[in-house]
């Protein structure tokens, strides 16, 4: 029995040395991916190697112990910012209010962006994507956000809301006096 125990003892720390961490992947009911280092319901063993240990390369940084096709399908954002409209900018209520958003790598096959106005999604099919036009906005004060959620692993990032204003254009101004 003890030979057993011994040879298991001798097997993990050679995979240890080696490099090779063990994880384990597995989708819940919400069809949300998870990884982890101790087993889930249903997981899926995956053997990764690496010449570093311990999770830390030579260089410092962070080491991903995930294979390399699964790190990039599951490339993460590193920054969501609204570009436009530009924060407490005006726009009169027949103008088209642009909004575009800024995602740093870029959006991935996978990933999908909501936008919000007023803390309500915007749902026409239209709406969707890194730009997107709203038309014919009554005057008020209007608060814009985006988010950016990964349809593989179900993470998702926030940009920073933006409040812009649609005023109604004055009879007396010029651009409205008929000839």
Known sequence: MHLWRLLIASASLAAFAAG?????????SDGVVHFSDQPG????????????SN????GGASHSTLPRQQAAQTSEITAVSIESPAKEQ?????DVVPLRLHVEPGLMPGQTVTWTLNGKPLTDPG???LSVAL?????GTYVVGATVTDGMTGASQNADSVT???RQPSELAPQHKKT
Do not use: C, H, M
């Open 127 to 129: 709406q969707q994507g």
């Open 20 to 28: 090779a961490a063990v994880v384990y992947k597995w989708t819940d």
């Open 164 to 166: 812009f204003y649609v």
């Open 90 to 94: 005006v726009f009169f209520n027949d």
């Open 41 to 52: 319901p249903g997981s899926e063993k995956i053997v990764t190697s690496g010449a570093a």
């Open 55 to 58: 999770g830390v390369n030579a």
């Open 135 to 139: 038309q014919e906005l009554a005057r």
